[in-house]
């Protein structure tokens, strides 16, 4: 919920009848006033769409002919967080709560909630999810670019309700009685409901009907449930490894549950204490698309041959296809495109192990779920198909991407000047590229 600075009717009563006099009904009075919060469901998560195209070349030299065309793609992506009401049969004027959930306090809803009646939340969340494809596709093409294949995808969607306090002030003149809503949050902005008739009495009958649905929150230890020792804290992070005994915990249900994972190990003769432990997830992968399907390494790079390849096991040609996708969250989203797409295509053939004992690893907390990363596998194969390659182009039309087996690997990286660098592949990406606070210095 969102606190209610304005608690003094007075000041409502006030702020709604000075508006009603600045709207040209001087002889307007007050003669009741309600506290009532208001239900809206939040949807918060990343939009990413891959746009494959192709737009006309610039140069001077062209006239009044048509330019030639040349294929491009385009990572389009931005932070998704959108509020629709929670609530129905009720005409309040109020279609989002714009950006005060990003820029406001929120707390937790008490059961008391300072006495306010609340408005029954009514719209069910699978119609809000019915919605939320529809409303994440507001990334606008360049248009420059005509668009021959578009690939979308929606990660990491969090839904939750928030409740938001106002005041309704019903008003009478000579002309009739008014209704004025007063924001109780976000200062004294007040407005006209359009529709008055029977607002109110769904209010007062908010008393009688049933609560909403408050879930308890709960308290989970924040330490090891196998060696007792404290967890390291990554403010993001849903995946905690603990540095005494090795072992790996998520959150489930309110209960810790251990996850299974693997760590690669650093080259001969380099050190376990110098690298940072980053985890990605890894799945075994097939695409499938107008009758076509692609099980191994050898038929993904005949149609989607690397542009600057890395070292790979030559063995690994014949093998199945892994994506690799970072579980950690980046600043920038082409960051994580970059490393889950070259590391995909340098398909890694060290044999994964696990940490010495006596080691306290540094490593980074994943902030990036199974579903989430499931959700990036046609994602990361648009960032593996070069423009101009029309066949490969033409396979994402319409493709699907299977993601099986999923494990949670630590790859080592070592600090190389400004970058992080996986000794293996030498693939590196900038230090500043991390999102999330680190312990011991991992990220400044």
């Known amino acids: 919920m969102m606190p209610a600075p304005m608690v003094e009717a007075s000041r409502a009563s006030a702020r709604a009848v000075d508006f009603l006099r600045k709207s040209g009904r001087r002889n307007a009075?007050?003669?009741?006033?309600?506290?009532?919060?208001?239900?809206?469901?939040?949807?918060q998560g990343f939009a990413f769409r891959w746009v494959f195209g192709q737009r006309p070349m610039t140069s001077e030299g062209w006239t009044s002919a048509p330019p030639p065309m040349e294929r491009v793609k385009e990572l389009l992506y931005r932070t998704f967080d959108h509020t629709v009401p929670g609530f129905s049969g009720v005409d309040l004027g109020l279609p989002s709560m714009g950006v005060r959930p990003q820029v406001l306090e929120l707390q937790p809803l008490g059961r008391s909630h300072g006495g306010s009646t609340l408005l029954p939340l009514d719209v069910p969340l699978d119609q809000v999810k019915a919605a939320t494809q529809e409303l994440s596709r507001d990334l606008p093409v360049p248009e420059e670019i005509r668009p021959e294949v578009v690939i979308h995808r929606l990660v990491g969607v969090k839904f939750s309700v928030i409740y938001v306090p106002f005041w309704h002030v019903q008003c009478r003149d000579q002309g009739g009685t008014h209704a004025v809503l007063v924001d109780a949050a976000g200062g004294d902005v007040a407005r006209s409901i359009p529709h008055a008739v029977g607002v109110l009495p769904q209010l007062l009958a908010g008393h009688r009907g049933p609560p909403s649905p408050v879930t308890e929150i709960r308290f989970l230890p924040f330490r090891c449930p196998n060696c007792g020792w404290g967890f390291p804290f990554h403010r993001l992070s849903f995946l905690h490894l603990c540095r005494t005994c090795h072992r790996l915990w998520s959150e489930r249900r309110g209960e810790w549950c251990e996850i299974p994972y693997a760590v690669v190990p650093p080259p001969q003769g380099r050190p376990w204490d110098?690298?940072?432990?980053?985890?990605?997830?890894?799945?075994?992968?097939?695409?499938?698309?107008?009758?076509?399907?692609?099980?191994?390494?050898a038929e993904l790079r005949r149609v989607a041959p690397p542009i600057h390849p890395l070292p790979a096991d030559p063995k690994a040609g014949g093998g199945p296809i892994h994506f690799y996708i970072p579980a950690v969250r980046l600043r920038n989203p082409k960051t994580l495109h970059n490393l889950a797409s070259r590391l995909t295509f340098a398909q890694p053939g060290m044999a994964p192990g696990a940490f010495p004992q006596g080691l306290s690893p540094r490593s980074l907390g994943g902030s990036l779920s199974q579903a989430d990363a499931s959700e990036l596998g046609p994602m990361i194969l648009g960032a593996l198909i070069p423009p101009m390659n029309r066949r490969a182009v033409e396979l994402l039309n319409g493709c699907r991407v299977e993601l099986s087996e999923p494990m949670i690997i630590y790859f080592p990286f070592e600090q190389a000047n400004l970058y992080w660098e996986e000794p293996w592949t030498r693939l590196a990406f900038q230090r500043s590229a991390l999102s999330e606070e680190s312990l011991d210095g991992v990220s400044e």
Request: proline letters at 8%; zero cysteines; charged letters at 20%.
């Open 274 to 297: 110098g690298p940072v432990w980053i985890p990605f997830w890894r799945f075994r992968a097939a695409v499938e698309s107008q009758g076509t399907r692609l099980d191994t390494v």
């Open 29 to 43: 009075r007050a003669v009741e006033t309600v506290l009532f919060h208001v239900p809206f469901w939040r949807i």
